[in-house]
């Protein structure tokens, strides 16, 4: 088992390090919105890596191996979803976060970073293909597939968690100056055209 878990904590470790999407949403979240909503978006992220592990668990991740038409539909969705995100943060930056704040006992906008997370993970079907073309590597013989899957997802959520809160954490320091209008609309628009990016990258793979 050592010898199986080793290299997969090492090579999981990496790939989640490997600055993406996820990062650029926990960053952004974490200067502009603060730590509470940040930690939002991570819990969103960490279930749509679960929500994947449990559909590769079950299987039906295989679809997206086999069928064509289900990878392209999902890959166009999630590609529509990051481009909307982005496109609204480029055409519509804020200059300033009062309002957000004034309106924290809202629950809308704290449901709406979860969501967001969640949503640009489980419109991925890269995040599906990776889990069905990588995961099976590191199953022993004879062993439960579903168990070992689902055991190798949540390490993965673990160090991608960990990693989401030390960078929430050390943009923590700096955030009062980087809550400047300015600023904001910079991040906003930097952040948008980011999503745009992966938004063309998702749509133009291929598996």
Known sequence: MTTILIPYLIAITLLTLTPGLDTTLIIRTATLEGKSKAFQAAVGISLGCIAWGIVV???LG???MASDLAFN????????YLAWLGLNMILKPRSQLADMQENSSNTSPSQNWFIKGF??????PKVGIFYISFLPQFIPPQASAVTWIMGLVMIHVVIG???SILLILAMQPLSRYLKQPK???YMDRITGSIFVLFALKLALSKR
């Open 183 to 185: 600023f904001v609309k």
């Open 161 to 163: 968690t960990l990693w």
């Open 62 to 64: 295989a679809l997206l």
């Open 119 to 124: 949503l640009g993970n489980l419109l991925n």
């Open 73 to 80: 539909i999902l890959k166009w969705m999630g590609a529509a």
């Open 57 to 59: 668990a079950c299987g």
